[in-house]
């Protein structure tokens, strides 16, 4: 079965961190990329950085450019999301996701075959 479930989102004041993880299971994770998108309140779904377990290459929205970071470790199938500098627009569920080798810059969801349940980052002003 495969598996995409992610963790420690949580509340945080404005310019706090935060670390998600997105931890994956059921499918050969050195042949995927595994992208983070965010989804806030009456918003559409929005890319936020992805990363190919076949390379380590990374791409990032520009919204979040120089203060996420996305790291892989391929030992425990699991991605990392670090974000610095949070600020309340950053307020929405943080979904990770699966798509075959390599990432894209477009970040459209249908590209995605698998997708985690979610997991809330509120950002305070």
């Known amino acids: 079965e495969v598996q995409l479930v992610e963790s420690w989102g949580g509340l945080v004041q404005a310019g706090g961190s935060l670390r998600l993880s997105c931890a994956a299971s059921?499918?050969?994770?050195?042949?995927?990329?595994i992208g983070w998108f965010r989804q806030a309140p009456g918003k559409e779904r929005e890319g936020v950085s992805c990363?190919?377990?076949?390379?380590?290459?990374?791409v990032y929205a520009d919204s979040v450019k120089g203060r996420f970071t996305i790291s892989s470790d391929n030992a425990k199938n699991t991605v990392y999301l670090q974000m610095n500098s949070l600020k309340p627009e950053d307020t929405a569920v943080y979904y990770c996701?699966?798509?075959?080798?390599?990432?894209?810059?477009?970040?459209?969801?249908?590209?995605?075959?698998?997708w985690g349940q979610g997991t809330q980052v509120t950002v305070s002003s």
């Open positions: 996701a699966a798509r075959g080798l390599y990432c894209s810059g477009s970040y459209y969801p249908y590209e995605y075959d698998y």
């Open positions: 059921g499918f050969t994770f050195d042949d995927y990329a």
């Open positions: 990363i190919s377990s076949v390379d380590g290459s990374a």
